[in-house]
């Protein structure tokens, strides 16, 4: 009887186990679950598909919840080692995002290539105004114009792991990147 007490507890105790740690496939993940994603787990030991797919799923959460989500009092609750992992997830997201967004950039026509830098400008500046590229020393949200400054230092190292030929196409996306948020910044 003892033991069929035992096996009970045991089987409950891992069925609970399971059901907090189980998180759905990212694109079928609720707001919530989402959150849990970059919080419980390590992206970069994910399979470059669940890494796409997250990073697809963060992007229509973005914009979805453009104005209504305030991540800041979300974030305020974590603890450290959760804050650090979140940190940690989206900027490796980040790092998929580049090699994604910058091999699409050159499928695109020449006339179709501002809107696409336009949006993909609006994503960076989502994730900067939800204090998803780290905050300020006040732990408010970086400015955009400083999550840009801080994001560039991390980019370069991500670039110089990359072969010759995508380096050089990264270069190019990051550089027109930055051209028309300039040209948009200013007109």
Known sequence: MLALVALVAVSAGAAYY?????????????????????????????????????????????????????????????????????????HALLEVWLVEKSDFYFTLAEEDRAAFLDRQTKCIQRWASQGWLGNNTEGQPQSVMAAAQGLMKRISPWIERQDKTRQNRTRQFLSAMALRWMVRSYS
């Open 18 to 90: 399971a059901h907090l740690t189980y998180l759905p496939d990212p694109l079928e993940a609720s707001d919530h679950d989402l959150f849990r994603w970059l919080v419980m787990r390590d992206v970069r030991e994910e399979a470059p598909e669940a890494q796409s797919k997250l990073l697809c799923r963060i992007e229509i959460y973005l914009d979805q919840n453009q104005e209504a989500f305030d991540a800041s009092d979300a974030l305020a609750e974590l603890s450290e080692a959760q804050h650090e992992q979140f940190e940690n997830n989206c």
